[in-house]
């Protein structure tokens, strides 16, 4: 079992940055792709991007590429989301996850991320 806790939301203005991380326990995550959802008020649950035990990344969409960054410290057990130029369509409640045999099978409980404009 693989227990996620995400950190680093918060209140920010538009155009600021925030640093998500999303610390791992019970087992070392070295070997799972690990990832980042998010959810906004009335929308559903949307891919923000992953990243593979060999370090291969994955963004949900062009926009997030250019502004968020995805990364991990095995050594650690945690992965990032350094998000920067934040929008106010951001705002949304952000988890992590850890895939195993090809599925979304650990979640964290999410972050709240909120973007003023």
């Known amino acids: 079992q693989v227990q996620l806790v995400e950190s680093g939301g918060g209140l920010v203005q538009a155009g600021g940055s925030l640093r998500l991380s999303c610390a791992a326990s019970?087992?070392?995550?070295?070997?799972?792709?690990m990832g980042w959802f998010r959810r906004a008020p009335g929308k559903e649950r949307e891919f923000v991007g992953d990243i593979s035990w060999s370090g291969v990344i994955r963004y949900g969409t062009e926009s997030m590429k250019g502004r968020f960054t995805i990364s991990r410290d095995n050594a650690k057990n945690t992965v990032f989301l350094q998000m920067n130029s934040l929008k106010t369509e951001d705002t949304a409640v952000y988890y992590c996850?850890?895939?195993?045999?090809?599925?979304?099978?650990?979640w964290g409980q999410g972050t709240q991320v909120t973007v003023s404009s």
């Open positions: 996850a850890a895939a195993e045999s090809g599925s979304w099978n650990y």
């Open positions: 019970g087992r070392t995550i070295s070997r799972n792709t």
